[in-house]
Each structure stands twice: as structure tokens, then as C-alpha cells.
């Protein structure tokens, strides 16, 4: 089955500073999104793209879908304590059957 | 708007035993998924509703995993008998007809013993 690569796993910032993680994938997506969960709920929708070479913003995040539509990116700007999480990237392949492939996150820790 | 609904919050039963789980969608959305997600892994898809038809079920273990959507709303999943590596939780999401966007419920963490 398809998988994503999300990277990095986890991620020891300072306050303030910039975030970036990626996803690739084996396959082709027609979707991108992005999700952040909190400890012990569900994942909340930042970001979704929808065609290839997408650049789209979401405040301090952005995001962008890749030209060869199997990988994106998201931005962090200006860190702050809420941020801190599990960023998760997904893949949907489009069409009747539209359940979406999730990479395994990226653990975002904010040292005041 | 309400969002999705999903009862129990929190389940923990023996191995072997029987458990359900159900999910509400966001009113008005005609696509219902179920997802299980393990510890330190994203969620990985179980099956996908359109109304009351199952359209995706490719990843259920169907030995032991059922679900319906009867009415086309509301849906129960169901599990039994489970085993240990059944932990995990399991998060219903919905999606509104022609949207791309999936909104995710707070899901229910299961601990079988």
C-alpha cells in the first residue's frame, strides 16, 4: 500500500523560531492536508491543497503542494507555546474511495 | 455547528470480549470513515461509508471488525472478539458531499487487558 515518509520525527525548538517538516510519498496524491492533534482528541484540519505546486497560508502556517504531487511541506513562523503538538501529513488519492494515507507525524516540543 | 461525536471517550476491556463504538457525523455529511490509530503511528483508514453503503472496507479485518451506517447517519463499530493488539484509538471522521476535507471526532481509546 501506499506510505508516507514525515520528517523529522520530532523537533526541539525555541520560542519564536521558524518550523519546517516535509512528507513524501511513493505514489501520486491529488490532496494534501494537513492535520495537528493534541494529546487524547482527534486531529484538527491547518491546511488543505489541491493541486499541484500549491502554496497556501493559514496565519503563521504554510503549506505547499508539491510539483511532482508526491510530497508537501509545512511552515511554521514564530513558534509559540500553543504550537507544540503532533503534525500529522495526509495524502488523498481522489475519486469514490477517498480515505486518506497519513505519515506517522512529527512531534513539535517548544522549550520556553 | 456541532462537530463529530463518538461515545464511549474511553474503553477497557479483556481480550476476547466484544465492544462497539459509535460516531455522529458533522449534520448534513454523506461520507463516514473510521480510522484506528496505534500509539506513535498516524491513523490508518478501516472503511468508508457514502450514506449507508460501504464503499472502502479493503483494510477492516473482517474476521473480527464490523460496521454498519443503517439510517445513513449515525454508525457503530464493532469489535469481537477483541485481541490486545486491538488497542489503540479508533477516530470517525466525516465529509461534506464534493469537499475534500476530512473532520476528524475525538475518538475513543481502547485498552484491551
Known amino acids: 500500500g501506499q506510505q508516507l515518509n514525515q520528517s523529522p520525527q520530532s523537533m526541539f525548538i525555541q520560542e519564536g523560531e521558524d518550523v519546517s517538516m516535509n512528507c513524501t510519498s511513493s505514489?501520486?496524491?491529488?490532496?494534501w492536508l494537513w492535520y495537528k492533534q493534541d494529546p487524547g482528541e482527534g486531529p484538527v484540519l491547518l491546511i488543505a491543497l489541491y493541486k499541484a505546486g500549491e502554496l497556501t497560508s493559514n496565519g503563521r502556517l504554510t503549506a505547499q503542494f508539491g510539483i511532482t504531487r508526491k510530497d508537501s511541506f509545512l511552515n511554521i513562523s514564530a513558534s509559540i507555546p500553543s504550537d507544540v503538538g503532533i503534525y500529522f501529513c495526509a495524502g488523498q488519492s481522489g475519486g469514490g474511495a477517498d480515505g486518506l494515507t497519513f505519515g506517522k507525524g512529527t512531534h513539535l516540543i517548544i522549550q520556553p | 455547528e456541532a462537530g463529530v461525536a463518538q461515545s464511549p471517550r474511553y474503553k477497557i476491556i479483556e481480550k476476547r470480549q466484544s465492544v462497539a463504538f459509535w460516531c455522529n457525523p458533522i449534520?448534513?455529511?454523506?461520507?463516514l470513515y473510521w480510522y484506528q490509530q496505534i500509539l506513535g503511528q498516524g491513523p490508518k483508514l478501516l472503511i468508508q461509508?457514502?450514506?449507508?453503503?460501504?464503499?472502502?472496507d479493503s483494510q477492516l479485518p473482517k474476521d473480527r471488525f464490523s460496521a454498519e451506517r443503517l439510517k445513513g447517519v449515525d454508525s457503530t463499530l464493532k469489535i469481537q472478539p477483541a485481541k490486545l493488539e486491538d488497542s489503540a484509538v479508533y477516530l470517525c471522521?466525516?465529509?461534506?458531499?464534493?469537499?475534500?476535507?476530512?473532520?476528524f471526532g475525538p475518538g475513543t481509546r481502547l485498552t484491551v487487558t
Open positions: 461509508f457514502q450514506n449507508n453503503g460501504v464503499v472502502d
Open positions: 449534520s448534513g455529511h454523506a461520507t
Open positions: 505514489s501520486i496524491f491529488n490532496t
Open positions: 471522521a466525516s465529509k461534506g458531499w464534493g469537499a475534500y476535507e476530512q473532520y
